[in-house]
């Protein structure tokens, strides 16, 4: 332990210069930790940007186990995540039924439509185009995909909600009326909704509305849809999404594997901040431990000229984070600290 009783008098040396000089004590701690802490904001921030796979399904499918679609008459091949899929016959020429779905699915499965279109709406100015989507908001099953925020879900004809982002756009609230471009037809705003994963001006109509957009089925199974059970379902010309292989995806097929190395901008972004971090405590810090260091200059020269080694005077520079002090500055402390006195000894 003769190393740590080396170390006693320069950390009272320390303890007694940073009680002595609390204002510059705080003002090196401060620069020192604006760094890190401006580093562990843009840290946070860019995790928090990034969805989780669990959290992007809750935000895609709701709580439901997959979303179906169908695209092909005959087979077809996707990818685990059932983002990429390629087939070699002709597409789809109708949508299919719930029905029919119902059929090739688990028994006890149960479906919901969801249907995307574009249409346009009738404004103060003019008229613009906005998203539709055709659900059933008050389906307990879509909890994360969409968010009841007013009023009641649209059920009866002639009723639509509104995410939140148009309603301040055209200043609408429950009770007011929208008029659509086609069908011409004005609808009462029964609700205020947001999707999370969409916050484009989107109108909402009631699951019994009928619409020209390309349908997606989302199947509440009895049991996860395993891998197994996507490829069997390949083979009718679906592509699906399942939660149970999103969250453990079998091996890809090379067919659908894309680059996933570093991006560029990320590369970049990473050695910028890390520049910028270093150039703050060159130019920062560094000046006020050289100011540290020079009205510390007196005690390291007497350290030295009582026998004190470099290493001593390094150690009593460490602690109080006066490390740009090495060598002293002063004249007389470098003429001790390299010729100390016999006397010393």
Known sequence: MRWLRGWLPALRIARRDARRNRGRSLLVIAMLGLPALGLSFAATVYDMNELTPAEQLDRELGRYDARVQWV?????????????????????????????????LPAGSRLTQ?????????????????????????????????????GTAPRGDGEIAVNARLARRMDLRPGST????????????????????????TVVLPSDETAAGYPVFLADTPAPLLWADVQQL????????????????????PRFV????????????????????????VLLAGPA??????????????VAATGGT????????????????????????????????????
């Not at 949508?95 to 029919?100: D, K, M, S």
């Not at 590369?267 to 405590?281: A, C, Q, R, T």
């Not at 050289?290 to 200059?297: C, E, I, K, Q």
């Not at 390094?314 to 002063?330: D, V």
Request: charged content about 20%.
């Open 178 to 201: 929208l008029r659509l471009v086609q069908p011409d037809r004005t609808y009462q705003v029964t609700a205020l909704v947001e999707f999370p994963d969409d916050l484009n001006d």
């Open 72 to 104: 092909a008459d005959g087979p077809l091949a996707q990818a685990p995540d059932g983002n990429s899929y390629s087939y070699d016959g002709e597409p789809s020429k109708d949508t299919g039924t719930a029905e029919e779905l119902l059929r090739m």
């Open 114 to 150: 969801v249907t995307e279109d574009f249409v346009e709406v009738y404004t103060a100015s003019g008229v613009i185009g906005v998203t539709s989507r055709i659900l059933d908001v008050a389906d307990p099953q879509l909890a994360g995909m969409v968010t009841l925020l007013e």
């Open 258 to 281: 894309y680059g996933t190395g570093p991006q560029v901008e990320e590369l970049s972004l990473g050695v910028v901040l890390i520049g910028l971090i270093i150039l703050e405590i």
């Open 289 to 302: 431990f050289a100011v540290g260091a020079r009205r510390r200059s007196r005690d390291l020269a007497l």
């Open 234 to 253: 390949n083979t009718h010309g679906l592509v699906v999404r399942s939660r149970a292989v999103v969250l453990d995806p079998p091996p890809t097929d």
């Open 310 to 345: 470099p290493p001593t005077c390094g150690a009593s520079c460490w602690p109080t984070a006066s490390c740009s002090a090495w060598p002293p500055r002063s004249a007389a402390s470098c003429s001790a600290w390299r010729r100390p006195p016999r006397c010393a000894r």
